[in-house]
């Protein structure tokens, strides 16, 4: 098994905050890594130190079996990257955007550029700066596939577009996966990784708390359900199901939290006759509840 990344006791102090503490992380060749964590957890603090942006204050690096800060030159030209806040030459326009950094990298197959804009409808005559932010991170996104680069790092790349672009997006991973590349994606949203991910890490205060594959991670995802029925039905078909818990029921209305497999309420609904169903997609903050319980608090 080849790393692709790989990190040891990454720790990362930006005066006395402590931005990242420690951090292991082992990122395989072929695979699609999703980085998960809320805001300020320190993901795209890992991603600049892997590109060598900014330098740890302690701990390694390791991109291809290079040192990051070392070998940078060469860690960089063979990794494609989407920042987290697409920076652009404003006035350029699209097309001049994406031929500069082709340019930059010794040229680019220039068909598979325009299937690229054409896929995520880009509008590339126009000045950057006159385009909406999911417009702007469609053409981060073109620059970041573009090189077909063996390495792919994305900071929260889906963030802004709209349902249609995400399902493009979700293609376009998997195409590179199927080729064998790896990809890296950092996110705050549970949806966005598992999608594509095959593997998650999640990251909480600087601290990489735990390192999943995806469906051990979707067994353990909270969903709250809300069943409506066309009549009142009794509490005791609902309680001491199989990963269901907290249920209440009032009336014609049951609610309750699962985790994994709903299959068990499922059927026990589907004796009633149900009106309406309303399912809310477990949090990261959920996700997180079901690793360490309620009773979880920083340290
Ligand atoms: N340039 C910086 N100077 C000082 N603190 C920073 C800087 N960049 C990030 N931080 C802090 O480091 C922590 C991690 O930030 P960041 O890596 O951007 O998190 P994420 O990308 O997961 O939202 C946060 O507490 C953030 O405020
Ligand atoms: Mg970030």
Known sequence: MVLVIHTEKLTKDYGTNRALSEVELEVREGEVFGYLGPNGAGKSTTIRILLDFIRPTSGSANVFGLDSRADSEEIRRRTAYLPGDVVMYDRMTGAEVLTYFANLSGGVDQRYVAQLAERLRCDLTQPIKSLSRGNRQKIGLVQAFMHRSELIIMDEPSSGL??????????????????????????????????????????????????????????????????????????????????????????????????????????????????????????????????????????
Do not use: N, W
């Open 162 to 299: 709209d349902p249609l672009m995400q399902q493009e997006f979700y293609s376009l991973v998997e195409e590179v996966k199927s080729e064998g590349r790896t990809v890296f994606i950092s996110s705050h949203i549970m949806p966005e990784v598992e999608r594509v991910c095959d593997r998650v890490g999640i990251i909480r205060q600087g601290k990489l708390v735990t390192v999943e594959d995806i469906e051990v991670l979707k067994g353990r995802a909270l969903h709250r359900l809300e069943f409506h029925f066309s009549e009142p039905v009794p509490r005791e078909g609902f309680v001491d199901l199989p990963g269901v818990r907290d249920v209440t029921v009032e009336d014609t209305v049951v609610s309750c939290t699962v985790m994994g497999k709903p299959d068990a309420l499922i059927k026990a609904a589907a004796r009633f006759e149900v009106v309406k169903l309303v399912a809310h997609e477990s949090s990261l903050e959920d996700v997180f509840l079901s690793y360490y319980g309620d009773g979880e608090t920083d340290a």
